[in-house]
Nanobody, 128 residues
Framework: QVQLVESGGGSVQAGGSLRLSCAAS????????MGWFRQAPGKEREFVAG????????YYAVSVKGRSTISRDNAKNTVYLQMNSLKPEDTAVYYC?????????????????????WGQGTQVAVSS
């Protein structure tokens, strides 16, 4: 079983930037797609971004495309989410996840039911 720990959340003003990190432990995640989801108060959890096992392919939700960049460092067992031009509607708890099947695509991260492990989340608050 892999453990995921997110960090980097915080409070920023609209237009600001944050870089989220997700460190994996317990076993290597280097052959698994990973990604980020978010859940705003009163809303369902939604997909944000995914990255395939070697970082060569990425996939984004329309709501963040062009403003966010997902990346990974397999040597550090860590995945990142750089978020720029933040908006109040980006306010949510952000969760990291690893896919349950090795060598899947970045787009496969869209399906929450296929995740093998989840982190505990990190809060992002964007004020106007």
């Amino acid at each position: 079983q892999v453990q995921l720990v997110e960090s980097g959340g915080g409070s920023v003003q609209a237009g600001g930037s944050l870089r989220l990190s997700c460190a994996a432990s317990g076993r290597t995640v280097g052959v698994y797609a990973m990604g980020w989801f978010r859940q705003a108060p009163g809303k369902e959890r939604e997909f944000v971004a995914g990255i395939n096992w070697n970082g060569g392919l990425t996939y984004y939700a329309v709501s963040v495309k062009g403003r966010s960049t997902i990346s990974r460092d397999n040597a550090k067992n860590t995945v990142y989410l750089q978020m720029n031009s933040l908006k109040p509607e980006d306010t949510a708890v952000y969760y990291c996840a690893v896919h349950g099947v090795p060598l899947t695509t970045a787009q496969a991260m869209e399906n929450m039911r296929e995740m093998g492990s989840w982190g505990q989340g990190t809060q992002v608050a964007v004020s106007s």
